[in-house]
């Protein structure tokens, strides 16, 4: 069986038709500063049966509701989603969890059996308020919808908390720990869900697949996590680099999926494991991490987002009352829950609700989750539209609610007083040209004169010369100003100001400080040293094309490993 | 039409086991030194109708031949052929071929020309001889064959040439050259073909085709290509990077393959010219590059060159004679072409023979051509089985042979006189330290004492320090040996050789040369110094983690861009 040379046309066309609106509406989205993925969803609304098929239903038959053309793109999606949570796997970090052992079970575990209580019991008890159809299994419903419930979106998670600034603070490993820890335990129950109703392979009895299905993890998180730790330090090394540890992880991650697939529960949980057992290797290098990360999140995981959009119609099926109930319930239960375990291990009350919201977002695990439960016909299409709903709501508003509990925003550091008005490329060569262009813009903004400043800084730069190491130079120098001013100016030639590694100056980075405080003078400066603590940090700041560009980069190397970063950076 | 659970395993156990396959023969040939896509073809012969396929009829039906499973998987590998094509085309570097436009015309035009006369020749005038059934059209299948013996695999002619320390010679650049002309022309003449026999969409007239074609590549190559470089400017300045350059290209490879399928011609040929539209683009980043190389030939590649052996009985389909005719027309055709077009020219008559073998490999693009020819009817099983057969041979036997005419091998250079057991990672932490270790290995293998190598060692060092820059130094001296010396001793930690940029060695090379030969001497020193020109490359080196890896990464750096042989270094 085979594609005809028209099939295979209709089959090119409708993925570049789907690559191409979720780029451009992601795009606008992320320009926007929202998740990509609310662009994706969008695109397949717009190119699903709410609209596509509404105007030209013609079209829409033709490009998605042939039958051969509809199963190869269907086989790529579930490829896709396959490899999208074996990514998501390789981001959680086990060691993390257990180094916060205490408040890190207090809060997952209350943060899951709160929201789970909450789902399950108005769903049992009030099925119809739920969406719940007449017909199907009643008791499979309501454990789906506390699993829905209780369910945290690991990769969203700690988006917010890098453009909060906040990932390597205690509360930042705290809440993506417990994250983690909700994400794995969440997928978990959906399995044994799925188990249950024999959504699986026929004639395989559920206490079979329970049995197998904690052996498989029990085994691939304590022996089989060893056991890839040492085969893939062996094919770094043996093999050739880094084409077969790509192989290697995506293999085992189809092995995962098929086996877990073959147990009756379903394939990504497979993929899910696997990628955590690999995610925790000290042998899993970047650069495999980032050919992975990049492929899978801006080809793979775009195709997935725009066929959620194909499967309803987002219109006919939009029930308001339902979706309130659902959005409600979710953030009762989420923020509830683990606030109070947050407060319980001992965090402030502030704090607390912080925790609460950062973990409260869905994002696309509740997506994959709700697709999941639709296709195995645990819920219906309305009760698929609140949670997909609730998924973007609650990821949307987690960053603004942590920032009014913890007014991260306000604190003065060197990356929220980056600016990219305040970037300059620089094309002198030479410290008094360079300086000349820092200081017009200063002066332009600060309404200080150029001839003041000037003096200030000449001062500072002739007792002692401000190159630092790694291309880096920070002339700075106190001044009357209320608050700190920082100015950038990348110039790839390379200026000498002096440094001690003898590498000239590739960015010059401008610091005026108020007068009275020495503090925050040293604290900046040591901040901005920090950011370009390693030569290849330095080059990869300096090597940046725009302004934005810059100052994303100074964000991620600042906030934590570049994999994760730049791995969540547009992920929901 | 979904797949149901059952087959969804079967579809995720075909893939896993087709990957395993093809990486375990590929890594067990390229161990041998010989390219991975040999491997990645016996794979698909043993889990085919030839081995598998006799052993375990059962298995082999279960896993590869029901239908809903089998399209699936033959949608994907449609997408795999696509993507190659799109990133062999990147490979080609239109700038290079004009600058060499007289040698290359000459070449590439009777390199084409000849073999192509002879294939359609001898097929026109006796078919049976190769392989020509009674029924399909005569004329079609003559001008398959011409097109199938005149076409060359650049990336495989890359390998070689970066494996003979070629690429960047004057030699090298005119035979990639010529075979990117050849690659192209051959793909032209081949979707043409197909535009005759009819084979793309009902109702295209040939005429259409061909004038659509030729105003596609036309468009592509002068306007398209303008565009497409000033659109990357601004996909990489202005939206999310990397990610978004992956899917501008992978978007437009996909529309170029949809449209060629459209207007009658098959769809990997659309996906090449985009490919060769944005390689030329100064704007196309290494980055983006290396995701789209690593994950495509790792994985599209394989899946694509395994699925090869799962359509054809390799042994009952096996014709000694025909194999035999084909390979005596291909080597004729190629070598007499393409070296008379070198020497005719202006090429010695040695280094004409050299670029006709050099011209010779079929590699990847014959594969993926008689593939196409298998599927399109223009050719039965035994001539697909005698195509591959010839592709691997030509490709295994041009670099001994270009090795024969022009002794490249013998060449006395640091790429050449580097050895895996003269290369050692110190733990030192002070000059001596590690001139020690250094001297004792030369003393050992030179069979001359310590003493005396350390005190000729000394005395050049003492007179000037023997750090050069970037992490590297070179203690050097002349002594009495009759041929050079290298070794190296990697030391992450640093050690201070007086560097000018004040940087400690951490690649520390002892360069031992005959004492009458000072043009050597400086040769050499000259050669190590190149391949640590930039601190990038030489941290590449540095942070290596054996011995394999760094004489492979320092045979890359020094051969062409990263980007081009990190590609090439596994592809046929």
Known sequence: MQLTAEQITIFLVALTIMLLAAKFFSEIFVKLNQPAVIGEILAGIILGPTVLGMISPDIFEWLFSQNEVALSIDSLITLSVIFLLLVSGLEVDLSVIFKNGKSVTSISSLGIVFPFIIGFGVSYFFPSLMGKEQTGDHFAFSLFMGT?????????????????????????????????????????????????????????????????????????????????????????????????????ILILGLVGASFTELIGIHAVFGAFIVGVAFGDSVHLKDETKEVLHQFITNIFAPLFFVS???????????DFVLV???????????????SLGAYLSGFKKNDSYAIGFGMNSRGAMEIILALLGLQFGLIKESVFIALVIMALVTSLVSAPFMNYFIKAKNKLNFINLLNKNRILFSEKNNKTGVLGELVELASKELLISKEEILKVINERENSFPTGIANHLAIPHAKINIEQPFIAVAINKNGIDFGAEDGLPAKAIILLLTPENNNELQLQLLSEIAHSFSSISNSLEIVNSNSQEEIINKIKLLSNAKASLTSASSRQL
């Open 308 to 318: 959620i959009g194909l499967k309803v119609n987002f219109i006919s099926n939009f």
């Open 324 to 338: 309130l109930i659902v959005l409600v319930l979710a953030f009762i239960g989420k923020v509830v829950g683990c």
């Open 148 to 248: 829905a419930l209780s369910i945290s979106a690991l990769p969203v998670i700690a988006k917010t908390l890098i453009d909060l600034n906040l990932l390597k603070t205690k509360l930042g490993l705290i809440i993506i720990s417990s994250a983690m820890i909700n994400d794995f335990l969440g997928w978990l129950l959906f399995s044994l869900i799925l188990g249950l109703i024999g959504a699986g392979l026929h004639g395989i009895n559920f206490i079979y697949t329970f049995i197998f299905t904690l052996l498989f993890v029990i085994f691939m998180l304590f022996i089989g996590r060893r056991i890839i730790n040492i085969l893939l330090q062996k094919v770094n090394n043996k093999l050739s680099f880094p084409g077969s540890s790509l192989s290697f």
